[in-house]
């Protein structure tokens, strides 16, 4: 559930970075193409399956409305073994294939790579659940999101709950 929560505000913000992404320059019936440069073998496989499905569920009702300022949504992806080389590499392949916003892995080390490929062209690069706080302008710059939140955040309302409830004795 928190996933996808995390997801869906993420495709929220495909669709503002989507606007951002109009320069003017191309057709209003040009999709916009968003890239996914996440894990679909290795480690990272399983946590970024989930997020990548509710993207593509939210992209798909986008869609079905009638597009973002009538521009369907296009998805494009590549596998980034859960290597951080390999996620710049396959982010560099999806912006030269016309990526207009990158999705990266749920994990910094691994996501942030393909994160700063987008950075370095002026796009948008997001992930719906890295959990460092690196993840955004602090790590990456002015073009990086995370939707999730950070782990440092969930520790603190996690100590809280427990105080709350007198947990702090075993």
């Known amino acids: 559930k928190k996933v996808a929560s995390a997801a869906l505000v993420a495709a929220s913000v495909v669709a503002l970075g989507a606007?951002?992404?109009?320069?003017?320059?191309?057709?209003?019936?040009?999709?916009?193409?968003v890239g996914f440069a996440t894990a679909k073998t290795g480690w990272m496989a399983p946590y970024d399956k989930g997020p990548d499905q509710a993207f593509q569920l939210k992209i798909d009702e986008i869609n079905e409305a009638g597009g973002i300022d009538g521009r369907l949504i296009?998805?494009?992806?590549?596998?980034?073994?859960?290597?951080?080389?390999?996620?710049?590499?396959?982010a560099a392949d999806l912006i030269a294939q016309g990526a207009d916003i990158i999705v990266g892995s749920c994990?910094?080390?691994?996501?942030?790579?393909?994160?700063?490929?987008?950075?370095?062209?002026g796009l948008?690069?997001?992930?719906?659940?890295?959990?460092?706080?690196?993840w955004g302008v602090q790590g990456i710059g002015e073009y990086a999101y995370n939707a999730a939140t950070a782990t440092y955040a969930e520790g603190a309302v996690l100590s809280e709950f427990a105080v709350s409830q007198d947990l702090s004795k075993p």
């Not at 320069?23 to 916009?32: L, Q, R, V």
């Not at 296009?74 to 396959?90: C, L, M, R």
């Not at 994990?107 to 062209?121: L, P, T």
């Not at 948008?124 to 690196?134: N, Q, V």
Request: with cysteine; charged share 20%.
């Open 19 to 33: 606007c951002a992404a109009d320069d003017g320059a191309g057709s209003t019936d040009d999709p916009i193409i």
């Open 124 to 134: 948008l690069g997001l992930t719906a659940c890295a959990g460092s706080p690196r």
């Open 74 to 90: 296009e998805v494009i992806s590549g596998d980034n073994q859960t290597d951080p080389a390999k996620a710049k590499q396959v």
């Open 107 to 121: 994990n910094y080390d691994i996501g942030s790579a393909s994160a700063v490929e987008a950075q370095n062209n």
